[in-house]
T-cell receptor, first 114, second 114 residues
Framework: EDQVTQSPEALRLQEGESSSLNCSYT??????LFWYRQDPGKGPEFLFT???AGEEKEKERLKATLTKKESFLHITAPKPEDSATYLC???????????????FGQGTILTVHP | DAGVIQSPRHEVTEMGQEVTLRCKPISGHDYLFWYRQTMMRGLELLIYFNNNVPIDDSGMPEDRFSAKMPNASFSTLKIQPSEPRDSAVYFC????????????FGSGTRLTVV
């Protein structure tokens, strides 16, 4: 069974204090690893898709990296508006354009204090 | 595009009553997903459709739950009869093919069954 474990469960940072969130996974044939951001009272918002080990993607203060067993979301010099829950998900390989099962982690609640 | 539109945003109902949640996906997206989110279980996939056809409903908790997608621009999730343990936030999401650009989630319906 596919599994996604995120750590830590919660992280408090001071504005400007860089850190990383971890997503450890096991999946039968990885098609893609996704990162989402979720604000209170809203649906998850897509951030990145990573496909293979060694791949990196960046967006503003966020950088996501991928190895064969885990992914990291690095946050550089965070601001209070980066406070949110960050969700990681893995999608199992399926043929062609078919949907493969997507498994979400429980998320990391990030709070950035001014 | 206005994104994925869900209604109502909040629903409070009494145990035993029928509840219908509604979703309008993004035009052109061929996959539609219904998720449920709780603190204990996180995001759980209930059912998904491809080109309006239900593909996998193995996540539907009981026969009290049913979902339909009569056309490409509308889907419903019905709970009949509702129970207090159904209280959760229900999200609808849509994607183009298997979702390499991520899923677009709606803002969710917060359901409270008393």
């Amino acid at each position: 069974e596919d599994q996604v474990t995120q750590s830590p469960e919660a992280l408090r940072l001071q504005e400007g204090e860089s850190s990383s969130l971890n997503c450890s996974y096991t999946v039968s044939g990885l098609r893609g690893l996704f990162w989402y951001r979720q604000d209170p009272g809203k649906g998850p918002e897509f951030l990145f898709t990573l496909y293979s080990a060694g791949e990196e993607k960046e967006k503003e203060r966020l950088k996501a990296t991928l190895t064969k067993k885990e992914s990291f979301l690095h946050i550089t010099a965070p601001k209070p508006e980066d406070s949110a829950t960050y969700l990681c998900a893995v999608q199992r390989w399926a043929g062609g354009t078919s949907y493969g099962k997507l498994t979400f982690g429980q998320g990391t609640i990030l709070t950035v204090h001014p | 595009d206005a994104g994925v539109i869900q209604s109502p945003r909040h629903e409070v109902t009494e145990m035993g009553q029928e509840v219908t949640l509604r979703c309008k996906p993004i035009s052109g997206h061929d996959y539609l997903f219904w998720y449920r989110q709780t603190m204990m279980r996180g995001l759980e996939l209930l059912i998904y459709f491809n080109n309006n056809v239900p593909i996998d409903d193995s996540g539907m908790p009981e026969d009290r739950f049913s979902a339909k997608m009569p056309n490409a621009s509308f889907s419903t999730l019905k709970i009949q009869p509702s129970e207090p343990r159904d209280s959760a936030v229900y999200f609808c999401a849509s994607s183009y093919t298997w979702g390499p650009s991520g899923y677009t989630f709606g803002s969710g319906t917060r359901l409270t069954v008393v």
